[in-house]
């Protein structure tokens, strides 16, 4: 028990960690886009050769070129040339395709606030929202959550410790007047009211009432440990929540003043309370169940403790008084 006790309060204490710590960014940015290839069928830069003058065409109206130099034309653009006239055979005309400057510029697109926002995780997104008092309702939640474990895990293994045959075999032995073996059989039991049933018989003839009332006290003891700290957790969680609720309002009403803030500090404040108190009213309703159940079972654990010492009380009263009068029939 003590082992699976530190094993669930090093787990509160990593968690405590991981929350406090600020979960990485996912990497942003996509490669440079390079630009769009050239025509292939098109060469690069090449010499263009004007045709000659058409027929009935004054060199006045040919393109002024200089030696040695071809026409400039613009990109993508073939040369000009007068109305009905055609290239020369063998000429060739070729532009120069260049990618534009925009679509060379590398794109490099950043996560937009959203995309972050939506790759959180949910639970951590509400904790961060719920502010402070969120870091006392964890504690109580994770203590709430060890509690529970803990006494499940023993009422279980409490059940499967459950002899009543053996018990009936015990009364059955003390009614035909054999002590020691009713004392017998109860020894190293892992039963409560057997464990109860063997201190009784070991000091019947110093105080039989009172070892049975050690004995019953000390199981009902060892039963209903922690059931205070469960009782707590029920009340305590609401309250932490509506402090969180009163707290996050006065955030709220503490930027009504700036009109450029308002609208978000005060929605802020509001999810604030209302995440609070969903928290607070969450744990004490996840404990609250499990507090009332554990709670019957002390009580049933009592009411066949007390019957059994009853019973025990009884039988051997009974054994005693044929015994005493068994001696004086023989005098």
């Not at 669930?8 to 968690?15: A, D, R």
């Not at 060739?92 to 959180?120: D, W």
């Not at 002390?298 to 001696?327: D, I």
Request: net charge neutral.
């Amino acid at each position: 028990m003590k082992t699976l006790l530190t094993v669930c309060f090093c787990y509160i204490t990593l968690t405590l960690i991981a929350f406090g710590q600020t979960p990485p960014v996912p990497p942003s940015g996509a490669p440079a886009a390079t630009a769009a290839p050239a025509n292939p069928a098109v060469p690069a830069n090449p010499a263009t050769q004007m045709p000659p003058p058409a027929a009935g065409m004054s060199p006045a109206m040919a393109p002024a070129t200089a030696p040695g130099m071809s026409p400039v034309t613009a990109p993508g653009m073939a040369p000009a040339t007068a109305p009905g006239m055609s290239p020369a055979p063998g000429s060739t005309v070729a532009a120069t395709l260049s990618a534009s400057p925009a679509a060379s510029i590398s794109a490099s697109p950043s996560a937009s606030p959203a995309a972050e926002k939506g790759s959180e995780n949910f639970l951590i997104d509400n904790f961060r929202k719920g502010g402070p008092i969120m870091w006392p309702i964890l504690i109580v939640s994770l203590v709430g959550l060890t509690v529970v474990i803990e006494r499940a895990f023993w009422w279980a293994g409490r059940w499967y410790r459950r002899d009543p045959k053996r018990i009936e075999k015990v009364f059955t032995a003390i009614e035909v007047g054999d002590v020691a073996e009713a004392s017998r059989l109860s020894r190293d039991s892992r039963d409560p009211v057997l464990r109860m049933m063997w201190n009784g018989l070991n000091h019947q003839h110093a105080s039989l009432q009172g070892a049975l009332q050690v004995a019953a006290g000390i199981e009902i003891k060892r039963a209903g440990r922690f059931l205070v700290v469960m009782d707590t957790l029920v009340t305590l969680a609401p309250l932490l929540g509506l402090l969180g609720t009163i707290t996050g309002l006065i955030r709220s009403f503490s930027f009504l003043g700036n009109e450029e803030l308002a609208v978000q500090a005060v929605t802020g404040g509001i999810a604030e309370a209302l995440i609070a108190t969903a928290c607070g009213l969450g744990i004490a309703i996840f404990a609250l169940i499990p507090f009332n159940f554990f709670t019957s079972r002390v009580s049933n654990l009592e009411f066949e403790l007390q019957t059994a010492a009853t019973n025990l009380e009884v039988m051997l009263e009974a054994n005693s008084k044929e015994k005493r009068e068994a001696e004086m029939a023989s005098r």
